[in-house]
């Protein structure tokens, strides 16, 4: 993937339309530039024509600019908007043990960092552009003016690029290092953000944290930076004192090794100085040129990362009947196995075999210890995992990867690390509306949210507060199966109560099915199926329907 290929895939017509008008820009300055010094050297009646070409100039410049940069612009931009929403699609499309072992750290500097310095080149590529056919321009006329003294610029100007080049390949290689660093910046600056309260109250772990993680990586980032720009700047004004250089050259020892008309040395001497100018802007945005090519190849690498193993797109291939249109009947997974690495283990941990059936009207409750792989069950009953043998049946139907994408959108889910999304979901109707305002007063948050134009008035509340949001959104979602994974934990024993007693037999009676991964054994006894989950195997446990209330 390159700057190049990505815009001919956006709109090839208007590649070709700005660099048309690119070179129509540039040919005509060259041509103003050829005017003005033949008014330098000519006097007489001539001047009158040379200034109706001037204004003639003046104008295609100005017309060839204007539309140069802006289709320049419009493409920039677009092209920009679809690497953004492409690589946002790719994350999402991408399996979620892919994105875990990604870290989200590189997929927050993917989509800030690396897109940010690709829209950067972005929002300098018209300009880019104007000076590249400038630059083209200024040569056409010098070789137009002497060919020999073209050479000899060319060869002179080939030699400063290439120790130009020369010097920014270990530029890059020093950018490259401290993009690499800034992934380990982003982790720190997270753990930063999402750990401020335990930094706050101890000052040890906060100086540790500070001194020993979070100082050298800053360091390194810095480091590798400035000496990677160190190198480029000195390389700039390499470039800039080239021409100054030729200038020198042409003035004083081109006379006295050719015979030059001087004419022919004062329009090129005009027509370097004014091309410096230009070619500077060309060198110095070869560094942003690299570092977007550092970035894109980053983007590259984690694309790759993230391509599902082998599996069609989900908008690629149809769905199964079962999965699409008929009514749900019931999920079974059946002997499903999901391998993984424990922390501190070396060996790995294996979930299963599991045979587990669900069905509509049903409430199941799933306990276990920490580490028991409750969390790894939710993920693959949820089509978040694919089991590495067993099968996933919908229906009756039975899941491939294919179908994993349908399959996922039977269910509603509550993790324990939720995200809360301020905008409901739902055609935004003043039924719909309606149905949300109710939620809200049965779950107790009347007097802290509105519903204004489809989204909460507010997120800003207590953690419980923020759950009964998400289970409003969960509701109004209205899938066949909902997962509760410890929804109940950050609650009131008040509100404890209204969920597992009102709440969870609602949504029972309502047809749905009903998972709940949950510690508080007062009311496990309400459930249809209490299972527990201990070292990766499944079993029942048993408690009495007839069972009162009182015992909560």
């Known amino acids: 993937m390159n700057l190049i290929s990505i815009l001919f895939k956006t709109s090839w017509r208007r590649v070709l339309g700005a660099a048309l008008a690119s070179v129509a820009s540039g040919l005509s300055i060259a041509a103003m530039l050829a005017l003005i010094n033949t008014a330098l050297v000519r006097a007489g009646s001539a001047q009158e024509k040379l200034a109706w070409g001037f204004a003639g100039l003046c104008v295609l410049v100005l017309v060839s600019r204007v539309l140069s940069a802006t289709l320049l612009l419009r493409l920039s931009q677009d092209t920009l908007a679809a690497l953004r929403m492409h690589l946002s699609r790719q994350i999402l499309a991408a399996p979620l043990h ?43 006329y010098l070789g137009w003016m002497s060919w020999q003294l073209l050479l000899a610029t060319l060869a002179l100007l080939a030699l400063g690029v290439g120790a130009f080049l020369l010097q920014q390949k270990g530029a890059f290689a020093a950018l490259e290092r401290s993009r690499a660093a800034g992934d380990d910046l982003h982790l720190h600056l ?3 953000t999402d750990g401020v309260k335990e930094l706050q109250l101890h000052q040890p772990k906060r100086e540790a944290f500070l001194t020993g993680a979070l100082g050298p990586t800053l360091d390194r980032v810095r480091r590798h930076f400035v000496a990677g720009m160190t190198v480029l700047l000195a390389a700039e004004s390499w470039a800039s004192m080239l021409f100054l250089m030729l200038v020198g050259l042409v003035l004083f020892a081109v006379p006295a090794l050719l015979p030059v008309d001087s004419a022919v040395l004062g329009g090129f001497a005009l027509v370097l100085l004014y091309m410096r100018g230009p070619f500077e802007g060309l060198v110095v945005t070869l560094p942003d040129l690299g570092q977007s090519r550092i970035a894109l190849a980053r983007i590259e690498r984690l694309r790759t990362e993230l391509q599902q193993d082998g599996a069609p797109a989900p908008a690629q291939v149809p769905s199964p009947p079962a999965m699409t249109g008929a009514p749900f009947r019931g999920l079974e997974l059946a002997g499903v196995t999901h391998a993984y690495h424990r922390e501190l283990e070396e060996r790995s941990f294996t ?39 067993g099968q996933v049946r919908i229906n009756g139907a039975a899941v491939d990867a294919a179908g994993r994408e349908a399959y996922r959108q039977h269910f509603s889910a509550i993790y324990a690390d939720f995200y809360l999304f301020d905008d409901l979901p739902g055609d935004g109707t003043p039924e719909a509306a309606a149905r949300a305002q109710q939620y809200l007063e049965r779950l107790q948050l009347a007097h ?34 909902y997962l509760f994974d410890e929804w109940a934990a950050d609650q009131d024993p008040v509100f404890k109560r209204v969920f597992y007693t009102e709440l969870l037999p609602d949504l029972r009676a309502r047809g749905k099915a009903v998972f709940v991964i949950t ?16 070292d990766g195997q499944l079993s029942d446990l048993h408690f009495p329907r007839h069972a009162t209330l009182a015992r909560a």
């Open 519 to 534: 510690h508080d054994d007062q009311y496990f006894h309400l459930a249809d199926r209490c299972l527990k989950l201990e």
């Open 351 to 389: 979930l299963g075999p599991i045979d587990l059936a669900l069905r509509p009207g049903e409430l199941v409750f799933l306990i276990g210890g920490n580490g028991s792989g409750k969390t790894t069950l939710a993920k693959l009953l949820l089509g978040l995992y694919a089991p590495e043998s």
């Open 190 to 192: 997270r753990a930063l």
């Open 448 to 481: 802290k949210v509105r519903i204004d134009g489809g989204r909460f008035s507010t997120t800003a509340l207590s953690q419980g507060q923020r759950k009964r949001l998400a289970l409003l959104s969960a509701y109004l979602e209205d899938r066949p199966v």
């Open 98 to 140: 892919r994105l875990e072992q990604a870290g989200k750290h590189r997929l927050l500097a993917a989509l800030t960092d690396d897109v940010t310095i690709v829209a950067e080149i972005f929002h300098r590529l018209p300009l880019l552009c104007m000076n590249g056919a400038i630059v083209t321009g200024c040569l056409a």
